[in-house]
């Protein structure tokens, strides 16, 4: 089992910087990929940012050059980040941290991000 908790969200104004943080703690071994997600009101849950072991990451389009996925490995703990700057307003959503470990997907509870125009 893995255990995700996000952090970070807010409302900040179109043009600001959040950093969303997400702790994982459980079977930390063989996690394979993690990423942010996000879902707007009445939108499907999209990707917004991966990051797979080898250190390869992928972003969508709509917030490259402009968020940055990284990870920090403690002891017994996984931290991930999203550095999210120059935020826009089409960026409000709930923002969710994932983990795929062993053919299994693990959800945070998500952290609100609302960007204000």
């Known amino acids: 089992q893995v255990q995700l908790v996000e952090s970070g969200g807010g409302l900040v104004q179109a043009g600001g910087s959040l950093r969303l943080s997400c702790a994982a703690s459980?079977?930390?071994?063989?996690?394979?990929?993690m990423a942010w997600y996000r879902q707007a009101p009445g939108k499907q849950r999209e990707l917004v940012a991966e990051l797979i072991s080898g250190g390869t990451t992928n972003y969508a389009d709509s917030v490259k050059g402009r968020f940055t996925i990284s990870r920090d490995n403690d002891k017994n703990t996984v931290s991930l980040y999203l550095q999210m700057n120059s935020l826009k307003p089409e960026d409000t959503a709930d923002y969710y941290c994932?983990?795929?470990?062993?053919?299994?997907?693990?959800w945070g509870q998500g952290t609100q991000v609302t960007v204000s125009s």
């Open positions: 994932h983990a795929w470990r062993l053919g299994t997907t693990y």
């Open positions: 459980g079977s930390l071994f063989s996690i394979t990929k």
